[in-house]
Structure formats: structure tokens, C-alpha cells
């Protein structure tokens, strides 16, 4: 679990995330769920997450979600959800955990002028950017890789309780011989009805 956390920790820290700030976290995936976490140690205000699945965005509920869009629903439009929630201004920081042409282009009209834009993932290895609205709007886009320098605060903000429960996430727990039938095929069969998949060695 530290692992994926770090990685949310990572994100908000080079997004220069501050207290009251709003996001909009596209992705109900085990990273989007717990960069939630860590978008609670500093104290957000509005936090928006989508996603398609309907246990994941269940997940962001119970983790704290101002509000969440469940993509797969006919008529959800995450753009326009978010601006009537910010006063029409858009969201402080975008974080963008499916790298696709779909989220970009949501990123990008969701974000407010002068935001952030922080890239987590490559779901596409190239990518067509708006970049007439990007450059009106003077949006900042960021990418975010990498964790190592931020393990250290993350420990000690875990240490001090100022994440939440966390266990809500592991969703199955299996011997090491059921790695592959029950752990890998899950997530790759199964991956509406799992975040993380616990080994027993």
C-alpha cells in the first residue's frame, strides 16, 4: 500500500497543492483512491473523482469524495458537473490518472484558468492537445513519475494518523499459490470488483 501512496504523495507535493484548493481526480483506480488520502492531509476543499467502475466509485465515497461521476451512467458529463460545483471557474489541480485522450481533453476544460494539470499515467502513448485552450487559460501541465525523496514525510504523516483507514482497499487476501488465479486473472478479469489484492507468502 505505501507504494501507491507515495505516489499520490508525489503528485500533490510538485502540483503545490495548498489548504482549500480544489481538484478534480480523474480515475477511481487504487493510485486515484489514494491520492484522495493524501489530498485530505492538506486539506482540500472541493474534490471531485470519476470513474467507471461502480465498487471503485463507491471507494471514493467512502474515502471522502465531495463528489463522484460515475462515467459509465448515460448522460454524466464530468466537465460540466465540475464547473457548476466551482462557481463555473474550474478546479485548482486536475489529476489525470488514466492518461488518455478522453481524460486529457476532460482535464483540460475542467481545469480553471492559471490551474495545474498533473499527469500520473501513460494510457496513451501519444496524445492530441488543446493547446489553444491550454494557452488562454495559462495551464500549467505536469507530469508526475517517481517518489523516492517523499517517503520519508509520507511515513511521518502515516506515523501521526493523519491518513485515514485505508484497509477498504484490500479487497481480496490470498495465499502465494493462488498468485496467479486468483490475484493477476482477478485483476485483469475481475477489475470492477477489486483495488488491491493482498499476498499471504
Not at 483512491?33 to 465498487?55: A, D, M, N, Q, Y
Not at 476532460?106 to 495545474?116: D, L, M, S
Not at 477498504?168 to 475481475?190: C, N, Q, V, W, Y
Request: proline share 3%.
Amino acid at each position: 500500500m505505501m507504494e501507491p501512496l507515495a505516489v499520490g504523495w508525489h503528485a500533490v507535493k510538485k502540483a503545490n497543492f495548498k489548504a482549500g484548493d480544489s481538484a478534480l481526480i480523474i480515475g477511481a483506480g487504487p493510485i486515484a483512491i489514494l491520492l484522495l488520502e493524501v489530498l485530505k492531509v492538506f486539506h482540500p476543499g472541493w474534490v471531485g473523482v470519476s470513474g467507471r467502475s461502480k465498487k471503485r466509485c463507491e471507494l471514493a465515497v467512502l474515502h471522502g469524495a465531495s463528489a463522484v461521476f460515475n462515467i459509465a451512467t448515460a448522460g454524466v458529463d464530468v466537465v460540466a458537473e465540475t464547473l457548476r460545483a466551482t462557481d463555473k471557474q474550474g478546479v485548482d489541480v486536475v489529476f489525470d490518472c488514466g492518461g488518455t485522450q478522453a481524460t486529457m481533453d476532460t482535464a483540460t476544460h475542467a481545469v480553471r484558468r492559471g490551474g495545474t494539470i498533473m499527469n500520473l499515467a501513460a494510457g496513451s502513448p501519444k496524445l492530441v492537445l488543446d493547446m489553444t485552450t491550454l494557452l488562454f487559460k495559462e495551464v500549467a501541465l505536469a507530469n508526475s513519475m517517481g517518489y523516492a525523496d517523499d517517503h520519508p514525510e509520507m511515513l511521518e504523516a502515516l506515523g501521526q494518523g493523519r491518513f485515514g483507514d485505508l484497509s477498504s482497499l484490500i479487497t481480496r487476501r490470498i495465499p502465494l499459490e493462488d498468485f496467479m488465479e486468483k490475484g493477476i486473472k482477478a485483476l485483469l478479469h475481475e477489475k470492477d470488483q477489486h483495488v488491491k489484492i493482498l499476498l499471504h507468502p
